[in-house]
């Protein structure tokens, strides 16, 4: 009787369908994968709250918009920064005029400092600035930074005396310029990526205007109105900075500072970012910059001097450094653009290229004998500066993305005062023990060429990361989809 109840249960199951059948082991397997695809749904399903934040949509930036209004700002931010900090030997003239004597060595000295500690403060500030930028947001940090150079170019413009300058132009004012400037640069990632080149040029090409037009209006104040009202005229710059500021609305979705509800300081963790550093081709291009730059400023500072010994003082000197700022301009909006059609971290090959040129431009230098050549070099030397300039924050933001880039930059900005200041210095040693610029000009050219060399590698390191990243997410999923596998199967045979 058991026997034929089953043979009827059977031929019931295929006739009417009504009672399954143990299925064949193709059809498990078909079941298995439909159980998977129906578990996939259930976790991530329609509600938004269950996907996970890798799996949200990356921030895609307008391209332009309110954009083009922050990129002008920026400019602007940029060319009275830098115009002013590079004008100074403008004003240092005049501060000589009016606190002694041209011809006093003492003076000549003391006053120079103040020039050289207002541009380093600018950089040295640069790791407190990203944390502000982190904290605040950029237009809170930029606008703040505007209000401080604002007071402290006021203030410089009623001293009576050297010493009072160190504080409200080599300290305060430039603390201020520091906490302006680096917000301009990291605000134009929330408003580009593909033309992120191209803007940065254009931005950093304001530098470049400002310091070929404002030694002509300062040398007309100078003459008109003196020193003190100079200042005052120049604090308008900073008050247009402020307004500028004012234009950085952010974009970016920023998490909360507090892990912990009703915690009003923020962790160690938010405030000094690590991520940054566990990037080696970061590490890499944060040291290999630096150690490019002991010997790049060296014919900055020192070749209108080795220009007197060579050729005279009465050569037209004053040209050398139009080229070098013309064509720097021109190199930021040209370099600027190429940028972005070279993808990724490749964009370091341009840095690379710049390095190169510029130290074995400076190795050039003692070569030339006559004025023309020193014309040449200064042009190459300037259009690949520019080079240099406009594409360091575009590499940034390809080596550790734009939630990190503020403190990026602003690690490697502090880094780079040290070779800044530390460099020039050791070529003018040199100069006074060796009685001529030549051998200083040689080694000159040398860090910029080994910083280089070293830059090469970061493509190479980041490509390797990527591959094994991919890897180990392709690792990841085989095994996730194995244990499924295999618990699905052995609920089905339950």
Same mark, same amino acid.
């Given at each position: 009787?058991?026997?034929?109840?089953?043979?009827?249960?059977?031929?019931?199951?295929?006739?009417?369908?009504?009672?399954?059948?143990?299925?064949?082991?193709?059809?498990?397997?078909?079941?298995?994968?439909?159980?998977?695809?129906?578990?996939?749904?259930?976790?991530?399903?329609?509600?938004?709250?269950?996907?996970?934040?890798?799996?949200?949509?990356?921030?895609?930036?307008?391209?332009?918009?309110?954009?083009?209004?922050?990129?002008?700002?920026?400019?602007?931010?940029?060319?009275?920064?830098?115009?002013?900090?590079?004008?100074?030997?403008?004003?240092?003239?005049?501060?000589?005029?009016?606190?002694?004597?041209?011809?006093?060595?003492?003076?000549?000295?003391?006053?120079?400092?103040?020039?050289?500690?207002?541009?380093?403060?600018?950089?040295?500030?640069?790791?407190?600035?990203?944390?502000?930028?982190?904290?605040?947001?950029?237009?809170?940090?930029?606008?703040?930074?505007?209000?401080?150079?604002?007071?402290?170019?006021?203030?410089?413009?009623?001293?009576?005396?050297?010493?009072?300058?160190?504080?409200?132009?080599?300290?305060?004012?430039?603390?201020?310029?520091?906490?302006?400037?680096?917000?301009?640069?990291?605000?134009?990632?929330?408003?580009?990526?593909?033309? *992120?080149?191209?803007?940065?040029?254009?931005?950093?090409?304001?530098?470049?205007?400002?310091?070929?037009?404002?030694?002509?209006?300062?040398?007309?104040?100078?003459?008109?109105?003196?020193?003190?009202?100079?200042?005052?005229?120049?604090?308008?710059?900073?008050?247009?900075?402020?307004?500028?500021?004012?234009?950085?609305?952010?974009?970016?979705?920023?998490?909360?500072?507090?892990?912990?509800?009703?915690?009003?300081?923020?962790?160690?963790?938010?405030?000094?970012?690590?991520?940054?550093?566990?990037?080696?081709?970061?590490?890499?291009?944060?040291?290999?910059?630096?150690?490019?730059?002991?010997?790049?400023?060296?014919?900055?500072?020192?070749?209108?001097?080795?220009?007197?010994?060579?050729?005279?003082?009465?050569?037209?000197?004053?040209?050398?450094?139009?080229?070098?700022?013309?064509?720097?301009?021109?190199?930021? *909006?040209?370099?600027?653009?190429?940028?972005?059609?070279?993808?990724?971290?490749?964009?370091?090959?341009?840095?690379?290229?710049?390095?190169?040129?510029?130290?074995?431009?400076?190795?050039?230098?003692?070569?030339?004998?006559?004025?023309?050549?020193?014309?040449?070099?200064?042009?190459?030397?300037? *259009?690949?500066?520019?080079?240099?300039?406009?594409?360091?924050?575009?590499?940034?933001?390809? *080596?550790?993305?734009?939630?990190?880039?503020?403190?990026?930059?602003?690690?490697?900005?502090?880094?780079?005062?040290?070779?800044?200041?530390?460099?020039?210095?050791?070529?003018?040693?040199?100069?006074?023990?060796?009685?001529?610029?030549?051998?200083?000009?040689?080694?000159?050219?040398?860090?910029?060429?080994?910083?280089?060399?070293?830059?090469?590698?970061?493509?190479?390191?980041?490509?390797?990361?990527?591959?094994?990243?991919?890897?180990?997410?392709?690792?990841?999923?085989?095994?996730?989809?194995?244990?499924?596998?295999?618990?699905?199967?052995?609920?089905?045979?339950?």
């Amino acid at each position: 009787m058991t026997e034929g109840n089953n043979m009827t249960e059977n031929l019931y199951d295929a006739t009417k369908g009504t009672i399954s059948a143990v299925p064949a082991e193709e059809d498990e397997k078909k079941a298995v994968e439909r159980r998977l695809n129906e578990e996939e749904k259930k976790e991530n399903g329609d509600s938004k709250l269950k996907v996970p934040e890798t799996a949200e949509k990356e921030f895609e930036p307008p391209e332009g918009g309110w954009g083009w209004v922050v990129m002008l700002a920026a400019m602007w931010c940029n060319g009275s920064v830098f115009g002013i900090q590079n004008a100074f030997g403008i004003l240092f003239v005049s501060l000589l005029k009016e606190f002694g004597s041209e011809n006093d060595e003492d003076l000549r000295f003391k006053t120079a400092w103040v020039g050289s500690l207002s541009m380093g403060m600018i950089f040295f500030c640069s790791p407190i600035v990203s944390i502000f930028t982190d904290l605040l947001g950029c237009r809170i940090t930029a606008v703040g930074g505007a209000a401080v150079g604002l007071v402290g170019l006021l203030a410089s413009s009623f001293v009576t005396s050297l010493g009072p300058l160190y504080f409200t132009y080599g300290i305060v004012f430039a603390c201020g310029c520091s906490f302006a400037y680096q917000p301009s640069l990291v605000i134009l990632g929330h408003y580009f990526k593909k033309r *992120l080149g191209l803007v940065n040029g254009i931005v950093t090409a304001g530098s470049s205007i400002f310091t070929i037009t404002l030694p002509f209006l300062l040398s007309g104040l100078l003459k008109n109105v003196g020193l003190q009202n100079t200042m005052r005229v120049l604090s308008i710059f900073m008050v247009i900075l402020m307004l500028a500021g004012f234009t950085y609305r952010p974009l970016l979705p920023t998490g909360s500072l507090s892990s912990k509800p009703g915690r009003r300081c923020p962790p160690m963790s938010k405030i000094f970012n690590v991520n940054i550093w566990k990037s080696l081709g970061y590490r890499i291009w944060a040291f290999g910059i630096p150690a490019a730059l002991y010997g790049y400023f060296v014919p900055y500072v020192h070749l209108m001097k080795h220009v007197e010994e060579q050729f005279g003082k009465d050569a037209n000197k004053e040209v050398l450094l139009m080229c070098i700022g013309i064509t720097s301009g021109v190199g930021r *909006l040209i370099f600027g653009r190429v940028a972005d059609y070279v993808s990724g971290v490749n964009k370091v090959y341009l840095q690379v290229t710049s390095f190169l040129v510029i130290g074995l431009m400076s190795m050039m230098i003692p070569l030339c004998k006559i004025f023309g050549g020193l014309i040449a070099v200064c042009l190459l030397m300037g *259009l690949f500066d520019g080079c240099f300039i406009c594409i360091m924050a575009p590499i940034a933001f390809e *080596l550790v993305g734009s939630q990190n880039v503020s403190q990026a930059i602003g690690f490697l900005l502090g880094m780079m005062s040290v070779p800044m200041t530390v460099g020039p210095p050791i070529a003018g040693f040199l100069r006074d023990r060796l009685g001529s610029y030549e051998v200083a000009f040689y080694l000159a050219g040398i860090p910029p060429i080994i910083g280089g060399a070293v830059l090469c590698t970061i493509p190479w390191v980041e490509a390797r990361r990527k591959r094994r990243e991919k890897e180990a997410e392709a690792d990841a999923k085989a095994l996730n989809y194995n244990k499924n596998s295999e618990t699905l199967e052995h609920d089905s045979v339950i």
